[in-house]
């Protein structure tokens, strides 16, 4: 199983989820990450590592493949810093 933390076009509801996620997360679960969120002016958000709250969604899916079409959507081509730490709300 995969899990991803989204905060902005592919969070459900939003641009993205349709495309990427609909149908292919089994679980949706409303979420927070500390760190900095920005609205960018090509139009989606991005977020820094921080000490505010950045609400968002875990998405859990059975097949990790679909990670391969988040990375090309996000442009990811190398590893993220590890040290965000996410918590579901309560």
Request: a positive charge; glycine letters at 12%; one cysteine or more.
């Amino acid at each position: 199983m995969l899990t991803v933390f989204v905060y902005g076009t592919l969070k459900p509801g939003e641009s993205n989820y349709d495309r990427y996620c609909a149908g292919k997360a089994i679980a949706e679960i409303p979420a927070f990450a500390r760190g900095n969120l920005y609205a960018l002016p090509l139009g989606y958000p991005a977020m820094t590592l921080g000490v505010g709250k950045v609400w968002g969604v875990l998405l859990i899916f059975n097949d990790p493949g679909v990670l391969t079409s988040l990375d090309r959507l996000e442009d990811c081509q190398k590893p993220q810093p590890k040290g965000v730490r996410l918590e579901r709300e309560i």
